[in-house]
């Protein structure tokens, strides 16, 4: 049997005297999809940030693909060689970079000769209908633009995991059905697992698969959401209870 | 019909305009009035007519290249330095940090002197490399205020997705605009300059600058001839600023609250230390080093060992200089004082206004007085304030701090613009609704909440009025002063007690840096990424 893509023990994290993380333990198959639920403060961006290795636990350790990737104090496997990719609450697009230049750059970086670095751009972009606007600035795009531009980002180095910082907070009805669709389009576009936080039932059901609620710093047992995300009192009890 | 305030003790916000309209005509009072002997010449562009004859505009155009080259050394010296300072993971990078202001606040005199001293050093190319060295700090400190304000996520995006060189070149294009800003402010300074080029003259081959046409005319005691000869140089500033602050104006991201985490670089953190340790070195420690060690090197005073005449050359700077030191920290005090009082309605107005040709021209508009040479702005204020109708005022002790105020207020304005800029406007709106009065929004709200920075602006008036020559040479009433004394100590003796003096006056401009770190802390490291 394979190793699961992600791989969480006992992982703890402080700041200051504040215990955000205290022991969670979680395991993921490769291809999976995983809410992550809980009130705001608990502690779910931190869990992100510790798996994309932007930060380091206290305790415990966090293994991907098998490879261990932090450790108590320590980030073992720098971020952008993790094979994971994030879609940031506030989008973090780069002001002074094209839409085009979003997503090259990053190949580049990770040495994809430029011609092939163009055209995989171009045929991210154009399947995330982002192909007119290849030239705008970030100041230049609507808000719905400007989030396909971050989910394409980070789809084009075809990580593994990907994970969805709270994506569709704070827009209103109509913006999220429309984030909804773009949801559905980009897991159709990848094969990688995902993990979304979230305290929104509407957007653990967009994304199906399991929900893990965290909760006093550890995560619940993970249930599928169908049950857990039908009712949006039963969802508010499993985050309160 | 206009709202009232609630609480009937409580102004009424009609005042608004006119209290804005009464600030910003006071500053211009201060600031403005020395430059009047200058505008006509520059308004009407007949100042500029002095460049048809050719040895002028020659001399111009090599001022010009002369300040490009200085601009160029701050920016490669300052960028760096304050990229490493800022956001580059390495041990000691705090203490780096703390050190990036310091070398501005020493006098160009003392870093000309210093590298002199060390290395034999003349001429033209001597005095580009130190007025460089002395302005690098600018770009330094824009580019560390403006990757320390960078977007978290946008420099973590960068690092997710493309490793510490996507993160590096990410860094560079939100710090850029700061660093063409601080290298236009080095162009500004050294265009200006008089004292470092006339002594890198004086000690070694001669070379002229265009700022020595303005001071002839004072030798001259033409000083109408003199504050018109000034304005090509400001119109040329004032060109440079205005189309660097409105590219500035660009959209870089960045404004977090928080600070983004410094950057670990693998086996690059060695060189970006020793790179950063470097370059402070150049610009600080070597500078204030060799000023340390003349000290007890050969002077009039003190035998027996280098600690033994270290001493008494201190001791010597002390009973000979203290004084003239002391009286430039009570005017530097005034014009301090005064500076936080003209600075903080401009800087509203400034803070409030949306990016663009208005606000670029506003800020070349507030800082013209100090686009200007001191030495023409000190004609103009010659010319002003020398008749019967200002008695005894041209001669008094206020006339300079109120002359230095209004050169250095400009610095005070940007400084707690930014800051200002940076408070949410929803505060000010409610307010408004409430019916405060925009006076009390801007004292007790606004300035309230960044009163720090409100006292650095007001101390970096202070430093720059203590280390301020060329107008103190001009001015009756500051000729008695540390600056004056320490250039003529300079001019006629290279001993212990001029590296003594200048060491004292050194540490008296670093106190206010000194006490606002005191009083801040080192800040913690951040960790990560």
Redesign the interface.
Known sequence: MSDPILEIRGLARRYGTRQVLAGVDLALPAGARLTVAGRSGVGKSTLLRLVAGLESPDAGEIRLAGRLASRAGATVLPPWCRGVQMVFQDLALWPTRSVQRHLVDPLRAHGVPRAAAAARATAMLARLGLAALVDRRPGRLSGGEARRLAFARALVLEPQLLLLDEPFASLDPVARAAGFELLEEVLAATKAAVVMVTHDPAEARALGGGVAVLRDGAISAIQPCGELCANENSFRTALES | MRLRAASPGAPSLRYGAAWSACGLLAVLAVAWLPLLPTLPALLSFGGLSELAEPRLRALFLRTAAFAAGSALIASLVGAPLGLIAARVRMRGAEVLELLLPLPLLLPPLLIAQSWHGLTGMDGMSSALFCLGLCYAPLPALLVARALARQ?I??H???????????AL??MA??AAPAAVLGGALAFLFTLTDFAVADYFGAVGEKFTVYSFEVFTHWRESDYRGGARAAAPLVALAGAVLFFTLLWGD????GGGASRP?RLGLGRGNWIAGGLGIALIAMVLVVPLGRVLYETGMRGPVGEGAWLARSGAAFRDAAQRGGPDLGRSIVTGLMAGALAMVLAPVPAHLLARMRPGAARSLLGVAIALPLLAPAVGYGLGAILVFNRDLFGNFYESRLLPAVVLAGRYTPLAVFLLAERLRALPRSGEQAAALAGISQPAVLWRQRLAAQRPAWLLAGGLVLVFAIRELDLAVLLPGANRSAAVRYYNALHFARDNFVAAFGAMIAAVLFLPLALQAAVRGLRPAT???
């Open positions: 977007g996520g946008a973590q995006a960068a690092v997710l997705a493309g490793g510490r060189r996507l070149a990410e294009r939100c660009r959209d870089v991201g985490p960790e990560t990424a």
